[in-house]
Nanobody
Framework: QVQLEESGGGLVQPGGSLRLACAASGMFFAHDVAAWYRQAPGQQRDLVARITYGGSTNYADSVKGRFTITRDNAKNTVYLQMNSLKPEDTAVYYC?????????WGEGTLVTVSS
């Protein structure tokens, strides 16, 4: 059974940093595509960053140059390093992954950027 578990969310001041982690069980991130999405209150869930099994990455325009997605194959964990955070980055962040032809979601972790 595939499970994704996010951690690292919390309250941070504007300009601050957070690192989110997504640990997987029942699958291997190195074998397929993993991504971070976010959903702000009353808004749709949007792609933030994606990393392929080959290590290629792409980002939403709104986070380019501030966020970095990485993968640790030994720990089977995907990270999202978020720097220079803005109030508009406030959202629930979800880990997403493809495995064995199916798509999986984590439960989400809340990031609040506020002074």
């Amino acid at each position: 059974q595939v499970q994704l578990e996010e951690s690292g969310g919390g309250l941070v001041q504007p300009g601050g940093s957070l690192r989110l982690a997504c640990a997987a069980s029942g699958m291997f991130f190195a074998h397929d595509v993993a991504a971070w999405y976010r959903q702000a209150p009353g808004q749709q869930r949007d792609l933030v960053a994606r990393i392929t099994y080959g290590g290629s990455t792409n980002y939403a325009d709104s986070v380019k140059g501030r966020f970095t997605i990485t993968r640790d194959n030994a720990k089977n964990t995907v990270y999202l390093q978020m720097n220079s955070l803005k109030p508009e980055d406030t959202a629930v962040y979800y880990c997403n992954a493809w495995a064995y032809g199916k798509n999986y979601w984590g439960e989400g972790t809340l990031v609040t950027v506020s002074s």
